[in-house]
């Protein structure tokens, strides 16, 4: 029986489909599970005490949130500490994607879900600091997840959990999610669709449509 795959994702991706309800799914469309997947060290506390994920998901349940992120196992720290610290070097790249970007090139096996599209733009600016080629085909950004998300279950579903749990006032909203629904509501498929090629194209122009993980 084939193993499923192992999945890093980050917090920001984490906090935002616990407060759509949506992890499950996401690992189905994946093909992992629970115990195949892992978390950042510091991701149950930002959603206890993390002023953003309240701004990003007032109305978001974080108790219940939080319980389910212990669940996931946490990702154990790279072993080249000269590597994580020239991807935290570089800018645009934090301190919790260095950690996850490290132990993936220790790791080939590793697949990594983010919401951070500027990482991805910064690691393709010259001068290199890592072989781009090892991670080709293992990183997921956040808007393919719920592109995919939205196959499964419909965009008006995905739509409906995202108002139900987001901010009245659009500059706290999440930004890749707000490009897709807009401001109007209910959101037209082909809008929703315009606006995910939009998140999509944003990253791919600078690293290539080949590169990230195809779902």
Same mark, same amino acid.
């Given at each position: 029986m084939l193993h499923p795959p192992r999945l890093c994702i980050d917090s920001d991706a984490l906090v935002n489909l616990l407060a759509l309800g949506c992890l499950a799914d996401a690992l189905t469309c994946i093909g992992c599970t629970d115990s195949s997947s892992y978390r950042l060290p510091n991701t149950v506390a930002q959603l206890e005490r993390? &002023?953003?994920?309240?701004?990003?998901?007032? &109305?978001? #349940?974080?108790?219940? *949130?939080?319980?389910?992120?212990?669940?996931?196992?946490?990702?154990?720290p790279p072993q080249d500490i000269a590597v994580q610290s020239a991807l935290n070097s570089r800018e645009g790249i934090d301190d919790g994607?260095?950690?996850? %970007?490290? &132990?993936?090139? $220790? #790791?080939?096996?590793? %697949?990594?879900?983010?919401? #951070?599209?500027? *990482?991805?733009?910064? %690691?393709? !600016?010259?001068? $290199?600091?890592? #072989?781009? !080629?090892? %991670?080709?085909?293992?990183?997921i950004l956040f808007p393919q997840m719920i592109g995919a998300l939205a196959n499964r279950l419909s965009v008006a579903e995905v739509e409906s959990r995202w108002r139900a749990a987001a901010p009245e006032l659009a500059k706290h909203r999440q930004k890749s999610l707000s490009v897709m629904f807009g401001s109007a509501s209910p959101t037209r498929a082909e809008d929703f669709w315009s606006g995910y090629e939009l998140q999509i194209s944003r990253v791919t122009d600078v690293c290539g449509a080949g590169w990230l993980h195809s779902l």
């Open positions: 993390a &002023k953003w994920v309240g701004e990003h998901w007032p &109305k978001a #349940d974080r108790v219940a *949130m939080a319980g389910a992120a212990r669940r996931l196992a946490v990702l154990p994607e260095a950690y996850i %970007l490290a &132990k993936a090139l $220790e #790791d080939r096996s590793l %697949l990594v879900l983010t919401g #951070d599209g500027r *990482m991805i733009r910064a %690691l393709h !600016q010259p001068p $290199e600091v890592i #072989d781009l !080629q090892s %991670l080709r085909g293992r990183v």
